[in-house]
């Protein structure tokens, strides 16, 4: 079991992840699967090592994955904030797998440069909520009623965390 930087060669393993989650209804505000090639520029934007994908590796399959964006791209001024994402795969969900990359994602940032982190969730992803509170994330902001899925209205929730003031 290692977590480490992503190759090209898993990102079709992140992007099925990836769709799993868009299953739930829950965890993304996609609602259609999305491919390698409608991700391509974002995935080359993770290749830069300041934005990495961090993976998790069982028995040598991706199991699930973590990343930090960049926030406000080419603003020289928010450099130092990211915005962290995970995802496990659907037979491995429950097992610590995202506890393992939120955790090894945070002992990253200072050496990355990122000294505030957060998250953007859909108001219904509880679990993910839940997760990040464990680690300190805290309630930054709520834009209500910006996500519909299936008819049904959801508020975005921002969770963020200034790690500086976390150490």
């Known amino acids: 079991m290692c977590i480490r930087i992503a190759t090209k060669n898993e990102w079709a393993d992140v992007i099925r992840i990836y769709n799993e989650a868009v299953d739930t209804r829950v965890s993304t505000a996609d609602t259609e699967y999305v491919t390698l090639e409608s991700r391509k520029a974002w995935l080359e934007e993770h290749e830069d090592a300041r934005y990495p994908i961090y993976v998790k590796i069982v028995d040598d399959e991706v199991v699930g994955w973590c990343s930090i964006s960049s926030y406000r791209s080419g603003r020289p001024a928010v450099r130092g904030a990211g915005e962290i994402s995970y995802y496990v795969s659907a037979n491995r969900r429950n097992q610590g797998i995202a506890s393992e990359l939120i955790e ?64």
């Open 104 to 167: 090894h994602l945070l002992s990253k940032c200072p050496d990355l440069g990122i000294r505030v982190l957060f998250g953007i969730l859909l108001e219904s992803n509880a679990p993910s909520m839940y997760l990040l509170k464990k680690y300190g994330f805290s309630d930054w902001g709520r834009f209500p009623d910006v996500a519909e899925i299936d008819g049904e209205r959801f508020d975005h929730v921002y969770l963020g965390l200034n790690l500086e003031e976390r150490e």
